[in-house]
């Protein structure tokens, strides 16, 4: 059986000129899934008009809110005592977003009652990336 968490995350988009513009996301997780969060923004938001969907390693999360974490695409740091940011890089340019750490915590708390850290079970992730990345070959 598949369990999905939802939950929706308070986000401020941090500007060029230091503005905080709050912008609607949503945090999710699914048994499916065990190592991913998805972090979902809505359509009205996008610089093209569909529903965008960041997806990165839940270890990642948990490692981002107590310290600097990340490469690529995707970096998390804590922000003072109560926030915590994240950078999301594209080909358009780079996001910086600043959460609430405690919603972050409670809901990679969720996440566990769903799945315990550190009992993933990695076979079936892998088998859907591995078909999805081998799709048409």
């Known amino acids: 059986m598949t369990v999905t968490l939802e939950q929706p995350a308070r986000a401020l ?36 008009g569909s529903m965008v969907t960041w997806t990165f390693a839940r270890g990642l999360l948990a490692e981002g809110v107590r310290a600097p974490a990340g490469a690529g695409d995707v970096h998390i740091r804590p922000n003072g005592r109560f926030r915590t940011v994240v950078e999301l890089h594209s080909s358009y340019g780079m996001a910086l977003l600043r959460f609430e750490k405690a919603a972050l915590q409670r809901f990679l708390l969720r996440s566990y009652t769903v799945v315990a850290a550190g009992s993933e079970e990695v076979g079936p992730a892998l088998d859907r990336g591995l078909t999805s990345l081998l799709r048409g070959v």
């Open 13 to 48: 988009l941090v500007t060029e000129e230091d503005r905080e513009i709050p912008v609607p996301a949503s945090l999710r997780y699914s048994s499916d899934d065990p190592l991913a969060v998805h972090l979902d923004f809505p359509a009205d938001i996008s610089l093209n």
